[in-house]
C-alpha cells in the first residue's frame, strides 16, 4: 500500500520560509506523478505543482511560480516543496498526492497546515 506522510507546516511570518516534506513507500512501479496541492477554509483544492518520475519533469501553478520549488532526495524517498515569500494568502493545508499511471490510481497524504501571519 502506497503511504504519504506529510510534515513541516507551523506558524511563519509574512515574507518567511518553510520546507514541507513528504515521505513517500510502498512503491511497486516507478510511473508515477507527485505534486502538491492546497486548500483553504472555503476555497477549493489548489494545484501548486508536479513532478514526474518519468521524465523527472517539474510544473508549477502560476500563482506560486518563482516562490516554491519542488524537489526530491531519493535516498530518504522524500518530496519537498520550499516555500519562500510567504504571504498571509499561503495559509491552508498543504498535501501532497501521487498519481500512478499503470494502476489508474491517486494516494493522497494526511495534510500538513499553514499559517502566515500578517
Known amino acids: 500500500e502506497v503511504q504519504l506522510v506529510e510534515s513541516g507546516g507551523g506558524l511563519v511570518q509574512t515574507g518567511g520560509s518553510l520546507r514541507l516534506a513528504c515521505a513517500a513507500s510502498?512503491?511497486?512501479?516507478?510511473?508515477?506523478?507527485i505534486g502538491w496541492f492546497r486548500q483553504a477554509p472555503g476555497k477549493e483544492r489548489e494545484g501548486l505543482g508536479c513532478r514526474s518520475n518519468i521524465d523527472g519533469s517539474t510544473y508549477y501553478g502560476d500563482s506560486v511560480k518563482g516562490r516554491f520549488t519542488i524537489s526530491s532526495d531519493n535516498a530518504k524517498n522524500t518530496v519537498y516543496l520550499q516555500m519562500n515569500s510567504l504571504k498571509p494568502e499561503d495559509t491552508a493545508v498543504y498535501y501532497c498526492s501521487t498519481y500512478i499511471l499503470s494502476r489508474k490510481v491517486r494516494y493522497w497524504g494526511q495534510g500538513t497546515q499553514v499559517t502566515v501571519s500578517s
Open positions: 510502498g512503491f511497486t512501479s516507478d510511473d508515477y506523478a
